[in-house]
């Protein structure tokens, strides 16, 4: 099959070259190419983990660590790093229970003790779960490699033009491009027809949906990472998640994540949004006052002096249960991928198969069935 990827980000890409790999004449097509700071995969590096709430993505991150070291085989060098995860919520119980069910190791920290899992941690009265298989994935390398993959097996990688619009029609899929994004005037600048056209795009995807009748309105948002020093372990430090997913456990901030990231200290970020995301909106100037709360809440982590490093504002698109989006429309020949709620990269490796096996109508699984769109219609 001619196959098109909308999105050339943490799925597009692994999508694109699963397809190749498996033989189909594939196009990867991105208005502003691989990392760039208008996506939701930027920034150099991810959180990956077995510890979820729901056993079920226990089991696909347990697939996904399988696929992640398929990739590093295949391109001759690791792209994570394990150095273990402390996640502390007032939901602990629920979080080891899940994690308990699926034979994950794990150990049930309370609430006094969480400094000898992660160094210099201020108890708050809150109880935490410490899992080992965890760390970090190395974001920016990862897309460079599976951009690699796509090439060594055939595919191409477009830059430059903007896919305006997806048409279905009965023997195949016509894209329009042109030179500003989807909804804006602008000129037309080609089409490309293909079999089939895979849309992960990401904060951009809204029109594209729209015009294919998917009826869900994703919520794009963005937020800010400050990467910060200001102790000498600081890239030794273990991943933290802390009332993550909880908003009410973090007050206005949404709880936090953060992680050690090689040669810039330790990246963090408040899970709630810096603001909705505007597609007029270009503007990604980091925002002294979310540093500055950072820097507060850090105090906190055993950093004594903390020093502000490089900040980052990104995107992340939530759908509205929360969950991932994957299905197929136009009887199959388009499958739509979006809704990665920020933490969808650390199934990177493995969501190019699960997409390339939608495009080819294949079974995915009840654990991948879960993401399809009839949750919210039926």
Request: aromatic fraction near 6%; glycine fraction near 14%; include cysteine.
């Amino acid at each position: 099959m001619k196959v098109a990827v909308i999105g050339a980000g943490a799925w597009g890409l692994p999508t694109g070259a699963e397809l190749a790999a498996r033989g189909h004449d594939v196009t990867v097509l991105d208005a502003f190419g691989v990392a760039n700071a208008a996506s939701s995969s930027s920034g150099p590096t991810r959180i990956w983990r077995l510890a979820h709430m729901e056993r079920a993505d226990i089991r696909l991150q347990q697939e996904s660590v399988r696929a992640w070291a398929s990739v590093e085989q295949r391109v001759g060098r690791p792209l994570r790093t394990t150095c273990g995860l402390l996640w502390r919520d007032r939901r602990a119980d629920r979080l080891a229970a899940s994690v308990a069910a699926e034979g994950v190791e794990h150990t049930w920290v309370d609430a006094a003790d969480v400094g000898r899992f992660f160094p210099g941690l201020r108890p708050d009265g809150v109880d935490a779960v410490w899992q080992p298989e965890a760390g970090v994935v190395l974001a920016a390398d990862s897309l460079l490699a599976h951009a690699g993959l796509l090439a060594d097996a055939g595919g191409r990688l477009s830059t430059g033009s903007w896919v305006r619009a997806v048409d279905p029609g009965p023997d195949g899929v016509r894209l329009t491009l042109g030179d500003t994004r989807p909804g804006a005037d602008g000129a037309t600048t080609g089409t490309l027809d293909v079999d089939a056209a895979v849309v992960t795009a990401g904060p951009w995807a809204q029109p594209l949906l729209d015009a294919l009748g998917v009826g869900v309105r994703v919520l794009p948002a963005l937020g800010q990472v400050t990467h910060v020093t200001g102790r000498p372990d600081a890239e030794a430090l273990p991943c933290l998640l802390d009332g993550y997913q909880d908003p009410a456990d973090g007050g206005d901030s949404g709880g936090v994540y953060a992680m050690p990231t090689p040669g810039l200290g330790y990246k963090l970020g408040f899970g709630a949004a810096l603001r909705p995301f505007d597609p007029a909106d270009t503007d990604r100037t980091p925002g002294d006052d979310e540093r500055t709360r950072m820097l507060r809440y850090v105090e906190g982590l055993g950093f004594d002096a903390p020093v502000a490093g490089p900040s980052q504002v990104c995107t992340w698109t939530d759908s509205p249960d929360g969950d991932f989006v994957m299905d197929t429309v136009a009887d199959g020949r388009v499958v739509v991928a979006t809704g990665d709620t920020g933490h969808g990269f650390k199934f990177s490796a493995v969501a190019g198969r699960w997409l390339a096996d939608l495009v080819e109508g294949r079974d995915v699984g009840p654990d991948v069935d879960r993401f399809r769109l009839a949750r919210f219609t039926g």
